[in-house]
């Protein structure tokens, strides 16, 4: 069970997007120029452009996941009417691999918070068997995603691990 120290807590990416769970698969983020997510941590807009590596440390090659990657604080923390937003789905990806061994069902949108500090979640469910998820409908907008509805919706139960991690809009450049 999560505790209140547990930096998925904290950031309350437990109650806004997922329900408490126990982790049992490890799974590693790092965007280019080694910038490896850690919960919690702020990564600069111009080092998340580019998709990131995401590795799945645990199961074997017969175990397949599901990747989720969200935004719960659209169109900005204080009033996220639109949460969440979709970013990434990553399906049927073998254990002990990364996400570039999986099924992409919906591209890789790059974050670009207009408003506020944003999280980024990055959710990995356990498939009962390859083939098995459904992606949203090619119509659906990407604002308004449910974690919790999709993993049920496909019978993936609850994450098997999870990170987050802060950006906020660039600086503009000042004038003089």
């Known amino acids: 069970m999560a ?4 930096p998925l807590v904290v950031g309350r990416v437990v109650g806004d997007i ?6 049992t698969v490890k ?3 790092t965007y280019h120029s080694n910038k490896k997510v850690s919960n919690g941590h702020e990564l600069l807009p111009n080092f998340i452009t580019l998709k990131p590596k995401v590795e799945v440390l645990g199961g074997d090659l017969r175990s397949f996941f599901t990747l989720v990657m969200t935004d ?7 009033d996220p009417y639109l949460r969440e937003h979709l970013h990434w789905i990553v399906t049927d990806i ?3 691999t990364d996400s ?3 099924k992409e069902v919906v591209k890789y949108e790059v974050p670009s918070p207009n408003v506020g500090i944003h999280r980024f979640v990055f959710l990995l469910f356990k498939q009962t068997r390859r083939q098995t998820v459904k992606p949203p409908a090619a119509s659906a907008s990407r604002d308004g995603f ?3 509805r999709f993993a049920e919706e496909n019978g993936l139960g609850l994450p098997v691990a999870a990170v987050y991690f802060n950006a906020q809009r660039a600086t503009a450049a000042r004038r003089r």
């Open 100 to 102: 570039s061994f999986g």
């Open 94 to 96: 073998p254990g002990t």
């Open 72 to 78: 719960p604080d659209v169109p900005g923390p204080s």
């Open 146 to 148: 449910n974690a919790r």
């Open 27 to 29: 799974m590693t983020v």
């Open 3 to 6: 505790k209140m120290s547990d």
């Open 18 to 23: 997922i329900d408490a769970f126990s982790p």
